[in-house]
């Protein structure tokens, strides 16, 4: 799911970088992050059940992305809108279905 929220961020939106962030004791998400190529980007705190609790920042530009590029992932737009803002409403990016 990251991986297709990464390819519509730089290929659907022209994103130059995404962020994403992790409880630091939430070795799954951190590793996913890891894994797709995001870098550290510092420490912060959230609060998590009402208590203070550490997260690990993650950053990741266009061109750090470009190598790790999955290409069956394929964008489509179906009514392309915007809304007031000017954002893109209505479009998916999902996995090609190949033989």
């Not at 996913?32 to 208590?51: I, P, Q």
């Amino acid at each position: 799911m990251r991986e297709a929220a990464l390819h519509l961020s730089f290929d659907g939106f022209g994103a130059a970088e995404a962020a994403s962030d992790a409880f630091l004791d939430n070795a799954g998400s951190n590793r996913v992050s890891e894994t797709l190529g995001y870098e550290r980007n510092g420490t912060d705190w959230d609060t998590r059940r009402g208590e203070p609790a550490r997260i690990q920042r993650w950053r990741i530009t266009r061109e750090q992305w470009l190598p790790r590029r999955r290409d069956d992932v394929a964008l489509r737009c179906r009514g392309l809108s915007t809304d007031l803002s000017g954002n893109i409403l209505n479009c998916r990016a999902r996995r090609s279905r190949r033989l």
